[in-house]
């Protein structure tokens, strides 16, 4: 187990994840609903689920091109899809 990627990865995503809508929408859910239990995991399956898909198209997009343009795409598309909020296009 390599710790120093997994504890860089937490710390990514943990740090990304704070106030975004997913967030945002479990406190809705749980105030909704007032059941934090099954709010909370179905929360950690989804995200586990839309985490797998992200890890296994990962590897299949590094199998069909370097890493480094693969990190130059991934950036291209945050600043387009910026881009797009900031205009109110999305």
Same mark, same amino acid.
């Given at each position: 187990?390599?710790? /120093?990627?997994?504890? @860089? %990865? ?11 809508? %997913?967030? =945002?929408?479990?406190? @809705?859910? @749980?105030? /909704?609903?007032? /059941?934090?239990? $099954?709010?909370? =995991?179905?929360? !950690?399956?989804?995200?586990?689920? &839309? @985490?797998? =898909?992200? &890890? =296994? ?8 091109? $370097?890493?480094?343009?693969?990190? /130059? ?6 600043? !387009? ?7 109110? &296009?999305?």
């Amino acid at each position: 187990m390599d710790w /120093k990627i997994l504890v @860089t %990865t937490f710390a990514a995503l943990f740090i990304a994840e704070l106030g975004d809508k %997913t967030q =945002l929408a479990v406190i @809705t859910l @749980t105030c /909704k609903h007032q /059941k934090p239990l $099954p709010i909370f =995991l179905g929360a !950690i399956l989804a995200l586990a689920s &839309v @985490t797998l =898909l992200g &890890v =296994l198209g990962g590897e299949a997009a590094y199998r069909l091109m $370097p890493a480094e343009h693969l990190r /130059k795409l991934a950036a291209s598309l945050f600043i !387009i899809l910026g881009l797009l909020m900031w205009f109110e &296009v999305l």
